[in-house]
């Protein structure tokens, strides 16, 4: 009964220290994707920090590559969105992994004109614990990282979570 008690409460305090330790991992991400440098396709540098401070505007940050089937699929939605919103809500493409041109085929193929830019390493996806494409992140006016979504995402979530931003 005792090593039971013991047993218990070892458990208990594994699982209070992986929980604090998780809740300050999470408050680090949202920090460090805000200064990691940006390779925009018309050839400026910037930081999301920098983006969203110089627009006043949220920002929906999709992480896409052109191997991937589904990034590929959503590519038509993001440009509609930022059709619809673009007086609101400003749209980044990052691509991960291409090389230049090839990233800039794909973007000419779809018709893209929402901004692009590249994180050839993945430093972002790194930073925010991310491990597969695709993944976008929602910020808000202020700066905060309000949501991040990985996976394919349907036209009624993207919806959703541009309501959450605007």
Request: with cysteine; hydrophobic share 45%; proline share 4%.
């Amino acid at each position: 009964m005792r090593k039971l008690l013991i047993a218990a409460i070892f458990a208990l305090l594994v699982g209070v220290v992986i929980f604090f330790l998780n809740d300050s991992r999470d408050d680090s991400v949202s920090t460090d994707i805000f200064s990691l440098p940006i390779s925009l396709t018309d050839g400026r540098e910037t930081a999301l920090g920098n983006f969203v401070s110089e627009t006043g505007r949220p920002l929906i940050v999709n992480f896409w590559a052109t191997w991937c089937a589904p990034c590929l699929e959503e590519l038509p939605m993001f440009e509609s969105s930022n059709q619809r919103f673009k007086d609101e809500i400003d749209f980044l493409g990052i691509n991960v992994s291409d090389s230049p041109t090839k990233a800039k085929e794909m973007i000419a193929a779809t018709e893209i004109s929402y901004l692009t830019g590249s994180d050839p390493e993945g430093n972002f996806l790194v930073e925010l614990g991310v491990v597969g494409l695709p993944a976008t992140v929602f910020i808000s006016r202020q700066g905060e990282l309000v949501d991040l979504h990985i996976g394919q995402i349907s036209s009624t979530d993207l919806d959703m979570k541009i309501s959450w931003i605007r």
